[in-house]
């Protein structure tokens, strides 16, 4: 009898003692994130840590709106919304694109073309994948892969004049496409 009210004494102690450090554990860590968050608001004066929401339909198993963490990519939007459908057509995307608060992505499904952000009646060509471009006067395959190869070396372009510095992209293609296309 005594033995068993050791025994029994042993295992609350032991349980209570994993509880605590579970707690403490997992309490330093959210502590960790606000110090983080904080840290960064006082080094750039802003609250631009957190880049804010995107939207995603389509060929996703959970379509909607969801949280972005710094430097998150398509993937991980992706990954948010519960991962791609069986019909979802990845080929015309740029899993390793930027996303940015308040895009709009659109996973298509197979045999459908892309897009990725459409801004009012304007291509973004920041997110816009293959087939997307595709649609602009005077852009063709390679052309549109020249233009995708060209953000994915330099960045996001800063203006929708930077696309003239993509191979195939002269002042005559420009002038066809400007009107269509935006920077986001």
Known sequence: ????????????????????????????????????????????????ALPGKAYITGQVVNP????????????NL???????TFDADTDGLNLAELISDEQSVNIPKKGESAQTEVHGAKININSAGKNELMLLPGIGEKTAAAVIEY?????????????????????????KIKEEICVR
């Open 1 to 48: 009898m005594l033995m068993r009210k050791i025994f029994l004494y042993l295992s609350v102690v032991l349980c209570c003692a994993i509880m605590f450090i579970t707690w403490y554990a997992f309490g330093r860590q959210k502590n960790s994130l606000a110090v983080t968050y904080a840290e960064s608001i006082e080094q750039t004066g802003t609250q631009s």
């Open 151 to 175: 953000r994915e070396k330099n960045g996001p372009f800063k203006n929708i004049d930077e696309i003239k510095n993509v191979y195939n992209i002269g002042e005559k293609t420009f002038d």
């Open 64 to 75: 909607g709106v969801y949280e972005l963490e710094p430097g998150d990519r398509l993937e």
């Open 78 to 84: 992706i990954e948010r919304a519960g991962g791609l």
